[in-house]
């Protein structure tokens, strides 16, 4: 009866490391990284909010692609034609982060986070839901964002 439950222990005690190794390999991110992926998806944010191309760029990798509306565009193509409108948006219309998902493998990372936006952007009214995945990879300088994908939909009417 000893060596029965000894070896039930042991397979019990085994399949729990195997668990806790799982669970840390598989999306769990350390409290540390999980830090500073957040702290590098809030600081684009911040910086498109606070007007500063120079920061909203240096957060993104050399080959990032921004997904929107249907259309994908390279990293230069994104500084080109889209970051000042997406600078002037930010600026005009607050937005209210909701729910902030973060996974973590190895050198990868994702954050999915949804936003209540609301207010008013060329004259006109703005009240829509918003969702964001960041992609980001770790650099010898920072997390740094390789792909990001925003969708938004209108609020309902009450």
Same mark, same amino acid.
């Given at each position: 009866m000893k060596a029965i439950l000894k070896k039930c222990s042991t397979v019990l005690l085994a399949n729990a490391c195997l668990l806790i190794t799982t669970g840390q390999s598989f999306?769990? @991110?350390?409290?540390?990284?999980?830090a500073?992926?957040? /702290?590098?998806?809030?600081?684009? !944010?911040?910086?498109?909010?606070?007007g500063e191309p120079?920061?909203?760029? /240096?957060?993104?990798? @050399?080959?990032?692609?921004?997904?929107?509306g249907g259309a994908v565009q390279t990293r230069d193509e994104y500084q080109r034609e889209h970051l000042a409108d997406d600078i002037a948006y930010a600026r005009a219309v607050p937005s209210t982060q909701r729910d902030v998902i973060v996974r973590h493998e190895g050198d990868a990372a994702w954050v999915t986070s949804t936003f209540k936006v609301t207010g008013k952007f060329h004259d006109k009214p703005v009240d829509d839901f918003a969702a964001e995945t960041m992609v980001l990879t770790k650099t010898p300088t920072g997390w740094r964002i390789r792909?990001? !994908?925003? /969708? /938004?939909h209108k609020a309902p009417s009450n």
């Open positions: 999306g769990e @991110p350390a409290a540390v990284d999980a500073t992926i957040i /702290s590098t998806a809030e600081g684009f !944010h911040k910086a498109l909010a606070a120079d920061r909203v760029m /240096s957060l993104l990798s @050399p080959d990032a692609l921004i997904v929107e792909i990001i !994908h925003w /969708s /938004s």
